[in-house]
């Protein structure tokens, strides 16, 4: 069947809906609803037989959906209706939700349903919740929805009148309340702000998790005033509400009525007249308004066991060693990955066969950190210093033999990141996880040794392909290349728990041990023929000569992904080559159509 996906911006779910669709034989498109452009006249140039809307802020013009069949993705079960659905059941606590695939008609949120999926919602940040969860119960209704519309005799219901059973074998979604039908408003910063005197941690928790990592919660702080982004409980440290703490990592700790929060990052509040702003590391952001404050840095390898945060973490479970990282947004700045490379080093020292390196829940690694670079004095030159810190990381992974390396890839990743995943003996990735190892939408060629690794797993025709094509490729797919070895078809919150069993088990194989005498043998053998420090010293020629140039196209395309710039056109490689030939020039089309974590208040629908 021929789709169209219609999206605000192709973020982590539409490139999601993408991949799968095409994994299951539909030929998919995708047009974003941009200001200026006329709707009707893109969806008439794809000539759809189904549109399908998995992240739309904007409702879809009567023109398109008396004309076509359209099913929009709303991120809350039947009955539930509004901008921000999400946001409302992350601030209210609810533990149960859902999402609903309903038809299109002349009011928001209120067609006719031919899917809905349940799912839980941990306390987790919303977009860690809504590349998770919601993600996975979105995926699997609107492919349920797809092949109803398929079979032809599907009739989707009236939201107000209940049915028992929807999706085989589950019982279907709650209604939203009693009363089956809501309508709630947009949440604001009135509803989200934060009263440090009087707000309990929990409440502050569940207010700040309810803003990532869009709009954040806007608050005043040294006296300026800042959207905060994310939130993590502290135990121990206490303070006067609303008093800075400490530092750690990056990110500052406050002081709430009863305990203490740390803050990851900070976004300035945009003046009057004023660019876009966006976000930093918490300390990086405040820069010298910041007063003198411990570092309270926990032991890399130390096993914290009080709750508290930081962005890296180390276990032992008999032989296996669990290095784990999670960095906001998934991107990994020259700080970050050093100190990323410092507990590596440590991992290495202790005395395990196998080492799983990798997040437990959420982004595995989006590879350098556009944001930090953009603030930089010179951007250049913190580019050259960011390529360089991940690279090193990517070399002590490739170059260690005196263990098995597994890559536990939870969620999505993309450019280094991926080449930092195939830069371990074997990659397991889990089932809801969306790869895109390209780069030329950034305009780089790329590094992180991807010439040697991306050829070695999948072929250097398919490597090419991947390159050129820069598309999201599903774990499914990326099985089937050869660019992982194992999908672990759980759960977000059971992925984690999954691997550890996976890893026991190869650590207590005997074959293991010969596995890792061999990896000795063929590095050497490497060396001896294509050394690594080649392939490295040729990628970072072709890098160094692309940030040195101050009219390389990769530096206004960071500008526009930083600052989150509309595109002025469906990025052309979206676009179907007879549909391209027919619409508007795409010269103009920016990278920011490609937004990795594009979520918004209204996330979905």
């Known amino acids: 069947m021929h789709i169209l996906l219609l999206a605000s911006a192709f973020n982590s779910l539409t490139q999601r809906a993408h991949a799968e669709l095409r994994d299951r034989g539909h030929r998919v498109a995708v047009e974003l609803a941009l200001p200026g452009g006329s709707l009707p006249d893109a969806v008439r140039r794809h000539a759809p037989q189904l549109v399908v809307a998995p992240m739309l802020k904007s409702a879809i013009p009567e023109e398109v959906w008396t004309a076509y069949p359209c099913l929009v993705v709303h991120p809350g079960p039947v009955g539930d209706r509004g901008p921000s659905s999400l946001d409302w059941a992350i601030h209210e606590g609810v533990d149960q939700w859902g999402v609903t695939v309903l038809q299109a008609?002349?009011?928001?949120?209120?067609?006719?349903?031919?899917?809905?999926?349940?799912?839980?919602?941990?306390?987790?940040?919303?977009?860690?919740?809504?590349?998770?969860?919601?993600?996975?119960?979105?995926?699997?209704?609107?492919?349920?929805?797809?092949?109803?519309?398929?079979?032809?005799?599907?009739?989707?219901?009236?939201?107000?009148?209940?049915?028992?059973?929807?999706?085989?074998?589950?019982?279907?979604?709650?209604?939203?309340?009693?009363?089956?039908?809501?309508?709630?408003?947009?949440?604001?910063?009135?509803?989200?702000?934060?009263?440090?005197?009087?707000?309990?941690?929990?409440?502050?928790?569940?207010?700040?998790?309810?803003?990532?990592?869009?709009?954040?919660?806007?608050?005043?702080?040294?006296?300026?005033?800042?959207?905060?982004?994310?939130?993590?409980?502290?135990s121990v440290l206490r303070g006067r509400p609303g008093e800075l703490l400490a530092t750690r990592a990056g990110a500052v700790c406050r002081a709430t009525r009863d305990g203490a929060v740390w803050i990851p990052e900070l976004r300035p509040r945009r003046g009057a007249g004023q660019?876009?702003?966006?976000?930093?590391?918490?300390?990086?952001?405040?820069?010298?308004?910041?007063?003198?404050?411990?570092?309270?840095?926990?032991?890399?390898?130390?096993?914290?066991?009080?709750?508290?945060?930081?962005?890296?973490?180390?276990?032992?479970?008999?032989?296996?060693?669990?290095?784990?990282?999670?960095?906001?947004?998934?991107?990994?700045?020259?700080?970050?990955?050093?100190?990323?490379?410092?507990?590596?080093?440590?991992?290495?020292?202790?005395?395990?066969?196998?080492?799983?390196?990798?997040?437990?829940?959420?982004?595995?690694?989006?590879?350098?950190?556009?944001?930090?670079?953009?603030?930089?004095?010179?951007?250049?030159?913190?580019?050259?210093?960011?390529?360089?810190?991940?690279?090193?990381?990517?070399?002590?992974?490739?170059?260690?033999?005196?263990r098995l390396v597994v890559s536990a890839v939870a969620g999505n990743a993309a450019a280094g990141g991926v080449l930092l995943a195939l830069a371990a003996d074997e990659v397991w990735c889990r089932s809801g996880a969306v790869l895109n190892p390209h780069y030329r939408l950034m305009g780089l060629y790329g590094s992180?040794?991807?010439?040697?690794?991306?050829?070695?797993?999948?072929?250097?025709?398919?490597?090419?392909?991947?390159?050129?094509?820069?598309?999201?490729?599903?774990?499914?797919?990326?099985?089937?290349?050869?660019?992982?070895?194992?999908?672990?078809?759980?759960?977000?919150?059971?992925?984690?728990?999954?691997?550890?069993?996976?890893?026991?088990?190869?650590?207590?194989?005997?074959?293991?041990?010969?596995?890792?005498?061999?990896?000795?043998?063929?590095?050497?053998?490497?060396?001896?023929?294509?050394?690594?420090?080649?392939?490295?010293?040729?990628?970072?020629a072709r890098m160094r000569r692309t940030f040195d140039d101050p009219d390389a196209p990769y530096h206004a395309l960071r500008r526009s992904f930083v600052h989150k710039e509309r595109p002025a056109c469906t990025p052309p490689h979206l676009v179907p080559a007879a549909v391209a030939q027919t619409g508007p020039d795409p010269s103009a089309a920016g990278v920011t159509g490609m937004a990795l974590d594009g979520i918004s208040s209204r996330p979905m629908g």
């Open 105 to 234: 008609d002349g009011e928001m949120d209120a067609g006719d349903v031919w899917a809905c999926v349940p799912c839980r919602i941990p306390e987790v940040p919303k977009s860690e919740l809504y590349r998770g969860e919601i993600a996975d119960a979105a995926i699997e209704a609107v492919l349920l929805a797809v092949e109803r519309f398929a079979g032809g005799t599907y009739v989707p219901r009236k939201q107000d009148v209940p049915r028992e059973q929807d999706v085989p074998g589950k019982r279907d979604v709650p209604y939203a309340d009693d009363a089956r039908l809501r309508t709630r408003p947009y949440l604001d910063q009135s509803v989200r702000r934060i009263d440090w005197a009087e707000d309990s941690t929990r409440t502050v928790l569940r207010k700040l998790r309810a803003a990532d990592s869009q709009p954040g919660v806007l608050d005043t702080l040294l006296g300026g005033e800042w959207y905060l982004h994310g939130g993590h409980p502290e």
């Open 275 to 402: 660019p876009p702003t966006f976000k930093l590391p918490a300390v990086r952001a405040l820069g010298d308004r910041l007063p003198p404050l411990p570092e309270d840095a926990l032991p890399l390898l130390s096993e914290v066991r009080h709750p508290t945060w930081t962005d890296i973490r180390y276990r032992e479970d008999g032989n296996v060693g669990h290095l784990s990282f999670s960095f906001p947004g998934g991107a990994m700045s020259t700080e970050q990955c050093r100190r990323l490379l410092d507990a590596y080093r440590e991992a290495c020292a202790r005395p395990t066969s196998v080492l799983v390196l990798g997040g437990e829940r959420d982004f595995f690694s989006n590879g350098i950190h556009l944001n930090v670079i953009e603030a930089a004095a010179d951007p250049a030159a913190e580019s050259w210093a960011n390529i360089n810190a991940i690279d090193d990381l990517v070399e002590a992974v490739l170059t260690t033999t005196d």
């Open 448 to 540: 992180e040794y991807w010439t040697h690794t991306l050829p070695r797993r999948v072929g250097a025709a398919t490597a090419e392909r991947l390159m050129g094509e820069a598309l999201p490729v599903s774990s499914a797919s990326a099985l089937r290349l050869g660019l992982v070895d194992r999908v672990v078809d759980r759960g977000p919150d059971a992925f984690a728990r999954e691997v550890g069993g996976l890893a026991a088990r190869l650590a207590s194989l005997p074959a293991t041990a010969s596995r890792i005498t061999a990896k000795k043998t063929e590095l050497d053998r490497l060396e001896s023929t294509t050394p690594l420090a080649g392939f490295r010293e040729r990628e970072l």
